[in-house]
């Protein structure tokens, strides 16, 4: 059969994105977001199993079965811990995961005790946080995480009374999303990266089921948890992965190419070139099927795929991304954008492998095609 465009139940896309979104999976505590993935995954009808370190593996059958093929994404996301207790009671934290204090400022969170059944609300406020006491000072302290500190909705004057709610050192600190989704079509909120490519990694895997796809090559889901530390794909696929596809979020910045709408194709981050073959065959996907794309090159940016080729994974290797603006930050991209990602994935598992690594003999040269030769994808 020859690969077609299916339609994405975007009532289901934006509904799974929301929920997600509202659960909070800082890296190192995503226990609660796996949970609801995976019942995701078996109200849509797809096996999967976790890893000894906890992510995610789900499994479409396909007429091959190895070597296969694998489109990644990561549940966890930037957050913050409890690095002490100050005097008045209120919390010193760092980051987990790269992003500015900048972007933490009045932020609501939620810390979660080790009991796992308490947490308490709270906010994160600059040290000096009253303009009617510190006038010109509030504008003018540093921005770093020295200078923030967790504000509990609790009554606490000391450092005592805070222990005594059974706050410590290392506790979670999770900065709530807050999502919103516009009459326009806009998503506004924390942790798109990379909740949105969740939903549509979900979105694509449902359209496959719910059309019953007969896909020519098994197709894996891996759904990773600590992307944001640099652990990402490291471990979790097999061997007989020959394609590897990473769904994470596209810089939408000046200078950069990524749009919030359609599919952004990364060439290069700051590991190296993507694979040649691989990115040049989702371009032609895309082209083929009327799916808009833009290519972009990152300049400070990594993925599951760096981690899992830094680990040694011997698999060709892409990125495609949602656009996401302010990333890391008050992160905003488009339901638009979503969608033709989530197209784009279907589309991408109905095609065959770029090369049939298993019908080649050992000790011969694989026969590769030009590198500006376009690749059989099976479109008519």
Partial sequence: MSPKLLPIDMDYVRDVLMRMLRTPSPTGRTDEIMHLIGQELEAIGIGFYL??????????????ERPDRAIVVHSDTIGCMVKGIRANGRLQVVSVGTFSSRFAEGARVRVYTDDGETSFTGT???LKASGHTYGDDVDTQPIAWDHLEVRLDEFLDSAEETEALGIRPGDFVALEA???ITKAGFVNSRHLDDKAGLAAALGAFKAAIDHQLELPVTAHLLVTIAEEVGQGASYGLDADVAEMVSVDNAVVAPGQHSRETGVNVAMKDQTGPFDYHLTRKILRVCREFGIPAQRDVFNYY????SAALGAGAETRAALIGFGVDASHGWERTHLDGIRNVAELIVAYLQTPLTFAWDEQPRGELADFPAQDAEVDIGVP
């Fill in 51 to 64: 890893t000894r370190l906890g992510s995610l593996v789900a499994e479409v059958p396909g007429i091959q």
């Fill in 124 to 126: 994160i406020l600059p």
């Fill in 302 to 305: 990594k993925s599951d795929i």
């Fill in 178 to 180: 807050s999502p919103v």
